[in-house]
């Protein structure tokens, strides 16, 4: 049976609006508004259970287990929901959590016509994830049972993360490096989706905190976040915007204002599709709200995310 021009171009755009070349992109996107919101700047930066996906060692940092939730309205009306937690205890970390992320509503015809119905492009990742602190640094191991459809195929697979990180100068500064997404896939239609691998190495520094003397009760804690990425996977992007086989960096920003406002901003170097975010957080007793926003470059529009942690 073949698909109608509808059913390619879908495949093309959920694909291309995701500013990659390999597949299963949520693997490469930020779970919550606080990762987007640095533009993925998350190698050296604790954020729950979301960090099973950008260095699992940061789980053990976490000074108190979690609950995390988001959802991001993508463009394209894709739609990515994000669920996890985090269970810190005697320095160790066990961390679960699910990832989907995908797109309905499509016709599908085999000639002009009436349809055969409506299909969809889904992608969903469960994962669980293992860290230690052994007091000088801390590792940690995650793994993702992995699954596409798109309609009518279906391939499932594996991937599994690796990473170490440490904190000095009293923690003001945090070191962290990790291997991204090694595994494979099942063929889709006798070709097995490529996973978007990596090696990253970051750091988060906090370089000033500052009180007027007028205002001694809202200091300001700003904290600059750097990582670089480089790519394993030898697929090539076609895309003249962005080149995922080349290096490139994640750069971030926050400002944390009386220990109840958070302000981020990122920027990622080598993408004219998406190279900026912003975002704000609200700090209560247990409870953080996130939202992030990412404006596209490409005419797609601008993507929304809320995010909430919840502090056990």
């Excluded at 698909?3 to 879908?10: D, H, K, V, W």
């Excluded at 600059?224 to 030898?234: K, Q």
């Amino acid at each position: 049976m073949k698909a109608n021009i509808t059913f390619f171009f879908s495949v093309f755009l959920i694909c291309f609006t995701n500013a990659q070349s390999s597949g299963l992109q949520l693997l490469e996107v930020g779970p919550t508004a606080a990762e987007l919101s640095i533009s993925e700047a998350a190698v050296a930066t604790p954020n729950g259970s979301s960090s099973l996906y950008s260095n699992p060692a940061l789980l053990a940092m976490d000074e108190k287990s979690s609950i995390s939730l988001g959802y991001t309205s993508w463009i394209a009306d894709a739609n990515n929901l994000f669920g996890g937690i985090n269970l810190v205890k005697n320095r160790r970390a066990i961390s679960f959590s699910f990832y989907t992320s995908g797109i309905t509503g499509f016709e599908q015809r085999n000639n002009p016509g009436e349809s055969n119905g409506d299909f969809s492009i889904q992608y969903l990742s469960i994962s669980g994830a293992y860290a230690h602190d052994f007091k000088y640094f801390s590792a940690g191991l995650a793994a993702h049972y992995l699954n596409e459809e798109v309609f009518p195929f279906r391939a499932s697979g594996y991937a599994v993360n690796f990473g170490l990180a440490t904190s000095i100068v009293d923690d003001k500064i945090r070191i962290g490096t990790s291997l991204l997404n090694l595994g494979q896939m099942e063929e889709l239609d006798q070709v097995a989706t490529e996973i978007p691998s990596s090696f990253n190495i970051g750091f988060a520094i906090d370089i000033f905190e500052f009180a007027h003397f007028k205002s001694p009760d809202l200091p300001i804690l700003a904290t600059l976040m750097a990582d670089f990425v480089h790519p394993l996977d030898d697929n090539v992007s076609n895309s003249q915007d962005f080149t995922p086989n080349e290096s490139y960096f994640n750069l971030g920003i926050n400002l944390l204002v009386s220990e109840i406002v958070e302000i981020r901003a990122g920027y990622k170097t080598q993408d004219n599709v998406r190279p900026t975010s912003f975002g704000l957080g609200f700090i209560a007793e247990k409870v953080t709200f996130n939202y992030a926003i990412v404006p596209f470059n490409t005419g797609f529009g601008t993507v929304h995310s809320i995010g909430l942690q919840y502090q056990l």
